[in-house]
Antibody, heavy 125, light 109 residues
Framework: QLQLQESGPGLVKPSETLSLTCTVS??????????WGWIRQPPGKGLEWIGSIYYSGSTHYNPSLKSRVTISVDTSKDHFSLNLNSVTAADTAVYYCARQRTGSSWYIVDWFDPWGQGTLVTVSS | QSALTQPASVSGSPGQSITISCTGTSSDVGGYNYVSWYQQHPGKAPKLMIY???NRPSGVSNRFSGSKSGNTASLTISGLQAEDEADYYC?????????FGGGTKLTVL
């Protein structure tokens, strides 16, 4: 059974870089049918897609976050990572990683399943 | 990209049916059959309930169904049960991106 687990600091200072890793177990990240994505949820608010990466390294990013986001993948370790720079209090959220199915073509991104349990990252000095 | 539009809240009594709408544009919901729905209980990760507009993953109750007309997708839950009380989010593909709806809180009266 495929499982995803987020890890990283729970507290980040304003203007610094938020870095998280998602470790995939029970399966390989090197699969042609899936992307690997990051989604966040500010306290009491809705879901926001951050971006997704294919095992080859091809990425899709949310246009509103694109200038601050980098997602990378390490297929040898079956994990992928999120870097979000110049963070502010508005970036405080629970961050989820999830597997994302491709659509009819490899560059189309579709549904998320399964999801990690999520990790709360607070931006505060 | 703008978030898809969902009602903030819906409610229903046990045994009844409810429908949650998800309105987008011809660039997302209306343009592709890549609409999915997620259920989220408090403090938990979202769970996939419907994918590709109408498909149910293995293990999801057949009380949950999805449909689409034009730029609006819908999630219908029949035979409401107390355990269905949760937040529900729609999502759609749009030009190399994914966009979520704002979420709908379902209350079972």
């Amino acid at each position: 059974q495929l499982q995803l687990q987020e890890s990283g600091p729970g507290l980040v200072k304003p203007s610094e870089t938020l870095s998280l890793t998602c470790t995939v177990s029970g399966g390989s990240i090197r699969t042609s049918s899936y992307y690997w994505g990051w989604i966040r949820q500010p306290p009491g608010k809705g879901l926001e897609w951050i971006g997704s990466i294919y095992y080859s390294g091809s990425t899709h990013y949310n246009p509103s976050l694109k200038s601050r986001v980098t997602i990378s993948v390490d297929t040898s370790k079956d994990h992928f990572s999120l870097n979000l720079n110049s963070v502010t209090a508005a970036d405080t959220a629970v961050y989820y990683c999830a597997r994302q199915r491709t659509g009819s073509s490899w560059y189309i991104v579709d549904w998320f399943d399964p999801w990690g349990q999520g990790t709360l990252v607070t931006v505060s000095s | 990209q703008s978030a898809l539009t969902q009602p903030a809240s819906v409610s229903g009594s046990p045994g009844q049916s409810i429908t949650i709408s998800c309105t987008g544009t011809s660039s997302d919901v209306g343009g592709y059959n890549y609409v999915s729905w997620y259920q989220q209980h408090p403090g938990k990760a979202p769970k996939l309930m419907i994918y590709d507009v109408t498909n149910r993953p293995s293990g999801v109750s057949n009380r949950f169904s999805g449909s689409k007309s034009g730029n609006t997708a819908s999630l219908t839950i029949s035979g409401l049960q107390a355990e269905d009380e949760a937040d529900y989010y729609c999502s759609s593909y749009t030009s190399s991106s994914t966009v979520f709806g704002g979420g709908t809180k379902l209350t079972v009266l």
